[in-house]
């Protein structure tokens, strides 16, 4: 009971500090203002907890332990989607949508080594696909276009890892080489000799090699209607044998083909994919991938 009379101590004692921070007279908060919204941080342990309480929300963020609270605000629902005053923040969530939608089909087509990322690496992503799509000066804002055809490149290197990312796993360029008029893809992959270029930092025995394409389209804007019953063209992956972690491997050229053969059109990219993944011994016969370890990147996109 003493709990509950607490919390509502500190809503009521909390509301007048919505017209200003001129000071802080709570030391167990840490006070922002983001938008003429209160927020703050709660520094007492005490107060571990989540939900809405009148006027304001606690809730945890996943890159922190502290508990955030903020105070209600802002247009409804009904506002952004009907009045006149939000017509800009229709058209930004309109390419929001749009951004993320392409992040999404990027994200299919590293299906097979997506579970190799150590990070959330999504907002990055539709990042990425927003800074292509501000590249069309032909479209106006809310109907632009994703053109991942002609900018390709932007694509290349986008690593799934924040801790051990690919290029510092396999310290050794890796070629790679695109047949539009298959949609096939060639990569030459080097001899790797532990501790010069390849550095393993997980404690696995094992490791092998993925690789996986997959054909994206540009798309969303005007037609972005069409683009939603689009498919996705995947490639089955080219996984080599598990090798032991500590002796040399001998350089390989792998081939990834669709089952049928496909000339690309003009608007379309076929993105090639590199993953390493690690594995222990179960049994004699037997190895396991080991979860939580690896490292991955988009190698090409062409």
Not at 232 to 244: G, H, K, M
Not at 273 to 297: F, H, P, Q, Y
Request: charged residues 20%; glycine residues 6%; proline residues 5%.
């Amino acid at each position: 009971m003493s709990y509950r009379i607490y919390l509502l101590k500190l809503v009521v004692r909390f509301k007048p500090l919505s017209t200003g921070l001129r000071s802080n007279p709570y030391p167990f908060l840490t006070l922002i203002n983001v938008n003429s919204l209160i927020m703050a941080i709660l520094n007492n342990k005490l107060l571990d907890l989540t939900g809405s309480f009148g006027n304001m929300s606690l809730y945890k963020r996943k890159d922190s332990d502290k508990t955030i609270a903020r105070t209600k605000g802002g247009a409804t629902r009904k506002q952004i989607l009907k009045s006149p005053k939000f017509e800009l923040t229709r058209l930004n969530n309109d390419e929001f949508g749009d951004a993320a939608k392409g992040a999404c089909y990027i994200r299919w087509a590293m299906l097979h080594i997506r579970h190799l990322a150590d990070f959330n690496f999504t907002p990055t992503l539709n990042a990425l696909c927003r800074t292509i799509m501000k590249q069309d000066e032909t479209g106006r804002l809310g109907l632009r276009r994703i053109n991942f055809s002609k900018y390709r490149h932007l694509l290349d290197g986008f690593s799934l890892n924040k801790r051990h990312p690919f290029v510092n796993v396999v310290k050794h360029p890796v070629f790679c080489s695109i047949d539009r008029n298959t949609a096939s893809a060639t990569v030459q992959f080097p001899d790797l000799v532990p501790g010069i270029n390849l550095s393993l930092p997980w404690q696995s025995p094992m490791y092998r090699l993925v690789f996986t394409s997959a054909i994206i389209e540009d798309g969303y804007g005007m037609d972005r209607d069409a683009d939603a019953r689009k498919q996705l063209l995947i490639t089955q992956p080219v996984t080599t044998p598990w090798r032991l972690a500590a002796q040399v491997y001998k350089g390989e050229t792998f081939t990834l083909q669709p089952d049928i053969p496909h000339k690309m059109l003009m608007d379309e990219t076929l993105i090639v994919s590199v993953g390493i993944e690690m594995g222990t011994l179960i049994s004699d016969g037997v190895i396991e991938r080991v979860k939580n370890a690896g490292s991955g990147k988009i190698l090409m996109a062409g």
